[in-house]
């Protein structure tokens, strides 16, 4: 048991801890915006998977032309995938007021398979893209270098709070997520807000889709997300749609399935029940969490 601790109580665990909780956090705080507006995104964990197969392909596809800017750029273009396919969701809910709930799966069921269609398309392989040469670099000391959607992610906290309680663009949102009809007759164009708002959760489950690939590896690979936007959707809920709260919801949910790696191999529990923790205790945080209280139009087409 003392080993068992050893193994925790070094920066190497930290590392993994922080690695583990970023795509959660980014694309958590890319849902709280969503259904913060009243839009539901059960397609985040798809979004994931776009933002990381732009984010890959087109590093590899512009290092030639591009070098060592070319992480850059697939950084952008991860977040404008994610936004575009977000975007697309929120055309099928706002304007055609499509379920909401089947459009975002719909969105998850085309990441499982466009991915490996383009793939094949393009180096003959379906389940891993050619790694990059040059990955987003590390910024940091020793065993604590990190990509910079890392820092990224932590700063998007403060802002998101920001502009959640302290912008008119905040009130706006939250007064279109709980009141639709009053904040029409205020003078607030809904559906501009809506429309924002998804695609904005486009960008940043984009940004932890780039992470993945050219952040934290070097390249696409398939279910790169690992369902992490399902996780990042129960610490939304867990969180109580606060960005504080997303904060610490995503870091249980970093810290399990840290120890789940670090931990895997021991003979603490059985390795498959270790690897399974994070998400039996994204179940059981559901089923507990039974006091939330989402925003009252959540899900809801606005006809006004």
Known sequence: MDGVFDQLLTTAFLATFIRSTV???????????????????????????????????????????????????????????????????????????ANQVISGTAINLLASGVPAVLL????????????????????????????????????????TWYVMYRTPFGLRLRATGEQPGAAASMGVNVSRMRYSAVILSGVLAGTAGVFLSIGNLDSYVRNISAGGGFIALAALIFG??????????????????????????????????????????TILALIFTGRSRAPKALGTPYGG
């Open 120 to 159: 094949t398309a393009l180096y003959g392989v379906s389940n891993e893209s050619p790694k990059v040469e040059r990955a987003l670099p590390l910024w940091g000391v020793a065993e604590l270098r990190f990509s910079p959607p890392v820092y990224f992610a932590f700063l998007a906290v403060a802002v």
């Open 23 to 97: 795509p959660l956090l980014l694309t958590a705080l890319g849902g709280l915006f969503s259904e913060r507006s009243g839009v539901v995104n059960i397609a985040l964990d798809g979004l994931i998977i776009f933002g990381a197969l732009a984010g890959a392909v087109s590093t590899k596809l512009l290092e030639p032309s591009l070098g060592a800017a070319a992480p850059w750029a697939g950084w952008l273009f991860g977040m404008l995938v994610g936004g575009l396919i977000a975007w697309i969701h929120a055309v099928l809910s706002i304007k055609y007021r």
């Open 240 to 281: 109580q749609w606060k960005p504080l709260g997303v904060l610490a919801a995503t870091l249980l949910f970093g810290l399990l399935q840290a120890l789940s790696i670090v931990l895997g191999g021991n003979d603490i529990l059985p390795p498959t029940l270790m690897q399974a923790l994070p998400y039996l205790i």
